[in-house]
């Protein structure tokens, strides 16, 4: 592995954002619009409920630690198309780039999108809500772990997907977040899920992450069994992205499939 060649991964992506501007819209202007959604349905249910207890902190903060799985997907997944788009990718296959150190070099440059995009909702929360993520404390670090793990694994599951079916299964690098979200109780325990999924969602990583999440807002202690299970299912649940999209590379060079991007 060299470090080199991962920076070099790592420039050329900060190049494409740099010079195109509409590629800031998912570290920037989403991240915006899904505070002031979540926030504003918040402040509207605590309006208009008798209950002591807002759940505008839970829709907020479920929001964003959500986006840290999400950056770290969209990141490793569009990584990748950028090479499809460009029409890059048989370029990138004849390089000395091996196949880990580019994954390497678009998830790291996943993580200063995660920064980036922490930081708008970070100012958008507090300045329309008054919600501080410090109030959590420390206990972020290892749920922000967990939630970065499972998107790199969801993003590099999607490359297998792309390479073995084509640029038409590039929808499930967006879709994919969405049925994260939905498994994994982002604003709600997994038991209120109709009960077919609820097991589904109980294996998920990421539910243990944002049971986590839950625990820290109503005041207690960070659950060390949940943190334990979220970080052992993120390492299976990597490998496993790992052993899929490795089988499907040599599927897609076997059968030549590089054609349909070049």
Same mark, same amino acid.
């Given at each position: ?83 499809t788009w ?35 909702? =970070?100012?958008? &929360? $507090?300045?329309?809500? #008054?919600?501080? /993520? ?8 290892? @749920? %922000? *772990? ?5 998107g790199w ?52 990583? =990421?539910?243990? &992450? $944002?049971?986590?999440? #839950?625990?820290? /807002? ?8 949940? @943190? %334990? *299970? ?33």
């Amino acid at each position: 592995m060299s470090w080199h060649r991962i920076r070099v991964v790592v420039r050329r992506h900060a190049y494409v954002l740099w010079r195109a501007p509409h590629r800031w819209f998912d570290i920037g202007f989403w991240p915006l619009m899904d505070i002031i959604l979540w926030g504003s349905l918040g402040t509207y249910v605590a309006r208009n409920t008798t209950s002591a207890t807002s759940g505008t902190p839970y829709l907020i903060a479920g929001i964003m630690m959500f986006h840290i799985l999400f950056q770290s997907q969209i990141a490793v997944g569009t990584g990748f198309l950028e090479e499809t788009w460009s029409r890059n990718l048989l370029n990138v296959l004849t390089t000395p780039v091996t196949e880990f150190e580019y994954l390497a070099g678009t998830a790291a440059f996943g993580l200063f999108k995660v920064l980036f995009a922490l930081a708008t909702l =970070s100012i958008t &929360a $507090f300045g329309f809500f #008054r919600f501080e /993520l410090s109030s959590i404390g420390w206990s972020i670090l290892p @749920i %922000a *772990l967990i939630l970065t793990i499972v998107g790199w694994s969801a993003g590099i599951a999607n490359i297998g997907i792309v390479l073995r079916f084509g640029q038409g299964a590039e929808i499930l690098i967006w879709g994919s977040n969405f049925i994260l979200m939905a498994f994994s109780g982002v604003f709600n325990p997994v038991d209120a899920l109709p009960g077919a999924l609820q097991p589904i969602a109980r294996i998920l990583p =990421s539910t243990h &992450a $944002f049971n986590a999440l #839950r625990a820290v /807002l109503d005041g207690n202690p960070l659950p060390g069994n949940e @943190i %334990a *299970l979220g970080v052992i299912g993120a390492f299976v649940m990597l490998l496993a992205g790992f052993a899929f999209t490795a089988w499907m590379l040599h599927v897609f060079r076997r059968r030549g499939f590089v054609t349909r991007f070049s």
